[in-house]
């Protein structure tokens, strides 16, 4: 059966152990064994449950995401369905693996399922599945197994079925009381037969329009390029950069002129770094190199204990003398020991932005991965260009700053200023680690709180109310730094509705997705209707989709539904680590224009290219593109984009038909609603004219 061997792939992909789990033990029986023809009979089902284990029933939200316990009855004339399947008395729970409200039984459980006796053959036989887990690890055990009613005497003459027959059996579950806003579509008579999946093809004879990735041109692209590396600035994993930047030039044993000449240094440093690593990594590590970069547990786990040695340092905790010194020595020695500094600085900013600059970077790299090599250092030497003149002005403002008179110990004021944003962005790192290995130990609401204590430190700060080691005394608060408290506690005030789950749009790149948060009190009392999909999805135990969306993290299987209820599949390229993602999916997304197209329109799959998980050996893929194994799911997933589109920049959104050809250009990071709705219309429109739909 087809859910039984979906239910034994997810066995082997989350749970590959050598011993076989069967916490839940099911009997069944007929509340009576005599019946006569007309009347009505309750099938029981009983399951026993070992200790610290748990299944879940039937009568909760069923996009939360654990499966629901269902029966499905043989097709038989001999009897009907009356309702639906009930679960008696389930106990509320709050899921923490699904983050949700479930109802499950403990102990012992019970369903039952009435039906109306027709005739005298009666057979009652098929498949109860369903999904049990453990309070112990948070362990969850797909099951599934086939039971039959014997030893029931009917007597009494037959009866017509008065309900229209199914076509293949009887699904018993608890109905969705909700009604569909739009009538489901009804596929066309002659369903015709597609191939097996291969992957997107972009046919760029079927599409229309322009081209907003197309890079034919190529000083276009040149300035593309540059136009991206202004645009980098202003993304969550530059901008902490800043600050850091900025207190490293502030030196007082320097004068104006070495100053302009290190800040010189430091953006040619930033330029010679991102030109030679665009495409050192496409002949070293290929082009998941970045990727895997990005979303490595060590560099942001690196990058994060830096974050805090600076913020503690500028708190006034310690004075990080070591760096300084043995810059200041080599000064003294050569001029080559002060410029390694500054070249460091430089290596580590260009570290932490691939998150953020990974869209043009990537593109890049794939580009000189596939034989380019004049073209992608032009525009690596562009890209990184526009990117290091604002940073080398940062590092020349400081000489500025310091010339002003009466400077005294607001500069202190300044570094513990910065130092409390540092912590509080220190963050961001440890969790892109904690999304991509899954470890769960930065939910949303846990960073929402550290953040509303930080931030209402450096508002008392600001006021006065706090003194750090290094600071004079504050007799008077000047009014620019209480119109700075003021904004500060009014950040502070603006995350407090956050840990109850308020979207707070505005910091979508900077926090954990949605779905890790344990108390989503707005999710809960929001009524939506979510767009229907054909079978469990892979994986929906540990990946998700925002805002209610129903949808698949494998592309098979995805492209499967899509053929099935006849609609344009549409591609999420994303990842964990992703912050332009999580962007887009705040700001676009949540769009009524666009959330009501995605439900209505479109089979949904997220492909995350980051993810860590690995994959069983009879899923492994050997590219086609560079010849290696693929055998994670973010892998599987990168190599569907690479081989297929030519890209691994993410955001990155494809629309697809059941033959898998593109329907509309694919659309990257654009926080445009109006022309995300026009990419989403585009392809429904292609998929008309080409499939009839």
């Not at 887990?133 to 003459?157: H, L, M, Q, R, S």
């Not at 009538?183 to 008579?189: Q, R, V």
């Not at 760096?323 to 003294?332: A, G, I, T």
């Not at 799911?633 to 081989?643: C, E, F, L, T, Y």
Request: with cysteine; charged share 20%.
């Amino acid at each position: 059966m087809r859910k039984t061997a979906l239910f034994l792939l997810l066995v082997l992909a989350l749970h590959a152990e050598a011993q076989i789990l069967n916490p839940a033990k099911w009997t069944w029986m007929p509340s009576k064994t005599t019946v006569k023809t007309g009347e009505e009979l309750e099938l029981i089902f009983k399951v026993t449950i070992d200790r610290n284990w748990y299944v879940y029933a039937n009568d909760f939200d069923p996009d939360c995401g654990p499966m629901l316990t269902t029966v499905t009855l043989d097709k038989h004339a001999s009897y009907e369905l009356v309702g639906g399947l009930r679960a008696i008395n389930p106990k509320d729970k709050h899921d923490e693996i699904f983050d949700c409200a479930v109802k499950v039984f403990e102990g012992t459980g019970e369903f039952r399922q009435t039906i109306k006796v027709l005739g005298k053959d009666l057979r009652l036989k098929g498949i109860y599945e369903g999904q049990t887990c453990t309070n112990i690890d948070g362990k969850c055990i797909p099951f599934d197994g086939e039971f039959e009613f014997t030893g029931i005497t009917v007597t009494g003459a037959e009866i017509k079925k008065t309900t229209q027959e199914p076509q293949q059996a009887e699904v018993i579950q608890q109905p969705i009381i909700e009604e569909p806003l739009q009538p489901t579509t009804t596929a066309s008579p002659e369903k015709k037969e597609w191939g097996k999946a291969t992957g997107p093809i972009l046919d760029k004879s079927i599409l229309e329009g322009d081209n907003v990735l197309d890079d034919s041109t190529f000083f276009g692209y040149l300035l593309f390029a540059f136009v991206l590396g202004i645009i980098s600035l202003v993304t969550p994993c530059v901008f902490p950069m800043v600050p850091m930047t900025v207190t490293f030039f502030l030196r007082d044993n320097q004068s104006r002129k070495q100053g302009i000449r290190n800040a010189v240094f430091f953006g040619i440093s930033i330029i010679t770094i991102y030109t030679l690593a665009g495409t050192l990594f496409a002949v070293l590590l290929g082009a998941e190199g970045l990727n895997a970069l990005a979303t490595h547990w060590a560099p942001n786990l690196f990058v994060f204990v830096i974050f805090i040695v600076f913020a503690l340092s500028f708190l006034g905790m310690f004075e990080i003398t070591a760096p300084h010194q043995l810059v200041n020595k080599v000064d003294q020695k050569s001029e080559k020991g002060g410029l390694a500094g500054i070249f460091f600085m430089a290596a580590t900013l260009v570290l932490v932005s691939f998150s953020c600059t990974i869209p043009i970077v990537g593109n890049v790299v794939v580009m000189s991965a596939g034989g380019q090599i004049l073209k992608p250092i032009l525009a690596m030497f562009s890209y990184s260009l526009a990117f290091a003149i604002p940073f080398t002005l940062f590092a020349i403002f400081p000489e500025w700053m310091k010339g002003l008179p009466k400077s005294g110990g607001w500069l202190n004021s300044v570094k513990v200023t910065l130092g409390f944003l540092e912590l509080a962005l220190a963050l961001k790192f440890f969790s892109i680690a904690d999304q991509a290995y899954h470890w769960r130990l930065l939910d949303r609401d846990t960073n929402i709180a550290l953040w509303i204590v930080i931030f209402s430190l450096l508002g008392f700060y600001l006021l006065g109310k706090i003194r750090m080691p290094h600071d004079s005394p504050v007799e008077k608060v000047p009014v620019p730094r209480l119109l700075l408290a003021t904004l500060v506690f009014s950040f502070v005030i603006y995350l407090i509705p956050g840990l109850w789950g308020a979207p707070l749009k505005a910091l979508a790149g900077y926090l954990p997705p949605q779905y890790t948060h344990d108390f989503d009190l707005v999710s809960m009392t929001r009524s939506t209707r979510a767009n229907e999909i054909c079978e469990a999805p892979r994986y929906a135990d540990f990946l998700h989709l925002p805002h209610g969306l129903q949808g698949y993290f494998d592309y098979e299987q995805a492209l499967k539904c899509a053929r099935e209820q006849n609609k344009p599949l549409f591609i999420d390229f994303t990842g964990h680590g992703c912050t332009n993602c999580r962007e887009m999916e705040a700001v676009v997304w949540s769009d009524p224009l666009v959330l009501e197209r995605l439900k209505n329109d479109f089979v949904i799959v997220a492909l995350y290219v980051d993810d860590k998980t690995p994959l069983p050996e009879s899923e492994w893929v050997t590219s086609t593109y560079d010849g290696k194994v693929k055998s994670t799911i973010g892998k599987k997933n990168a190599d569907i984009q690479i081989a297929n589109l030519d890209n691994n920049a993410q955001p990155f959104y494809v629309l697809l038909g059941p033959d898998e050809r593109v329907l509309a250009w694919p659309y990257g990071y654009d926080r445009s609603v109006e022309k995300f709705v026009a990419f989403l219309e585009s392809g429904k429109k292609k998929y008309t004219e080409l499939y009839g739909q």
